[in-house]
């Protein structure tokens, strides 16, 4: 069974991020969407908000499986037996980051970590964008599911 692990914050998912689920779908039996907690770091949308995001966007998908991790996202991958890492790149800062961090899960876990480059037209989304745009009152539902309101 080929199963692979997307980690991120999804605080809040995207259209970004939903481009890469839908694109790596085909490749793999089971996508496990995974929201590492990390408790130092502040969200805007609580844990409890961002499982319910990402179970109602893709309620439909019997191959996605939505859960949270502490700890290594390694180390989560083998207690799920996932064989794979995804992760999105929008752009060169993008592929910096990720190369380090994936030529480190590899080295310790022999783990691989697919990248998926973003699909025309989404570069500009990140979540990052949609927690400012929300906090000085913009509209921001053109980057994300339709669950997603705050
Ligand atoms: P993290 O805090 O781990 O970076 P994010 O939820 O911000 O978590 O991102 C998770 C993954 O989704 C990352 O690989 C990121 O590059 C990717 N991603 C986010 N937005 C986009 C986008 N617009 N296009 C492609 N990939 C994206």
Redesign the pocket.
């Known amino acids: 069974m080929r199963k692979a692990v997307?980690?991120?914050?999804?605080?809040p998912?995207?259209?970004?991020?939903t481009?890469?689920i839908e694109r790596a779908l085909p490749l793999f039996d089971e996508i496990i969407l995974a929201i590492?907690t990390n408790s130092s770091k502040k969200y805007m949308f609580s844990l409890e908000e961002r499982l319910g995001f990402l179970k109602e966007t893709f309620k439909k998908e019997p191959k996605i499986e939505v859960m949270t991790y502490k700890g290594l996202t390694v180390d989560f991958c083998k207690t799920q037996q996932a064989g794979f890492l995804?992760?999105?790149?929008?752009n060169a800062q993008?592929l910096e980051f990720?190369k380090a961090i994936g030529q480190t899960n590899y080295k310790m876990s022999g783990i691989d970590t697919l990248?998926?480059?973003?699909?025309s037209g989404?570069?500009?989304?990140?979540?990052?964008v949609v927690r400012d745009v929300i906090k000085h009152g913009g509209d921001y539902h053109f980057m994300v599911p339709d669950c997603v309101k705050k």
């Open positions: 997307f980690p991120g914050s999804f605080d998912i995207t259209l970004g991020h481009d890469i590492g995804l992760r999105g790149l929008r993008d990720e990248f998926f480059i973003t699909s989404k570069s500009h989304i990140s979540s990052t």
